[in-house]
């Protein structure tokens, strides 16, 4: 009797190494891994990876199944497995990554060995890669998620959205500030013959100017400032009264460039490199 169950076992243990070595032979090594010169995403380490033997359970082969890593980075293994025995080996190769589809074409369980201070462990494990075949190898099952990866929506951390924020303000306030013109009692008004101005240092605001059709009175308005390196040339003056002063507008173009300006924020003559 003894001996017929000798026999079983030993038949039972013949199987697995069967299935096993069907796994492995189709690849013509031992070892499931890359095939060598095939690159991964993988980074290399310069030690020797750590290898670990595990007692095989059970193998099956898969429909293609797509997995995602939902979160953390699982640790990716090549394994190899025993010629004469249910056991395989795995050796640390990389890490996989999140936003990325794996497929899942093999399932190994294995178990760990018992000691005495620690039960046997089952583990169940897939072979999975990417579509382009170059990331592949072993994989705890626990640490996937069935399905395809999607690709998330960029989000706008909140430094972006302060920045857009006082962007958008600051806008708002030049357009506000163009758009306040104040009004002055026009004291005086004469056209001048043609005649070029230039300025130095900082750009003076120009301004349009709305003059009022029943009394001597002229709204200027902010529409930005002159250019640099250009010479403008006068056409009218006016004066008007500017808190309690007497203060002199120009107006002055430049092809597109057209409006009012203090007059003493310009010098005469046409503008010359040098200055």
Known sequence: MSFLLGVMVMMKKVAMVAAAAAMVLPLGLGVIAP???????????????KKTTYNLKSVKT????AYHVKAGKPTLFSGAFA?????????KKGNLKTGTTYYATKKIVVTTKATKTAKAKTMTCVYVKTANNKVKGWVALGNLTAGKATAKKATKTAAVKK??????????AVKADKATGKTYTLLKAKNLKKTAYHFKGTA????TGKFAADQAKVTL????????????????????????KNVKYLYVTNNKTKGFVQANKLTA???????
């Open 163 to 172: 920045a857009t924020a006082k962007k958008t303000t600051t806008k708002k």
């Open 204 to 207: 003076p605001v120009y301004f």
């Open 35 to 49: 095939a060598a010169g095939t690159t991964t995403a993988l980074a290399a380490t310069k030690t020797a990876a």
């Open 83 to 91: 010629a004469d025995k249910a056991k395989v080996t795995f050796a």
């Open 221 to 244: 308005t902010k529409k930005g400032t002159l250019p640099q390196s250009k010479t403008y040339y006068a056409t009218k003056e006016i004066t008007v009264k500017q808190n309690k």
């Open 62 to 65: 898969l429909k293609k199944t």
């Open 269 to 275: 003559g046409a503008f010359m490199a040098a200055d």
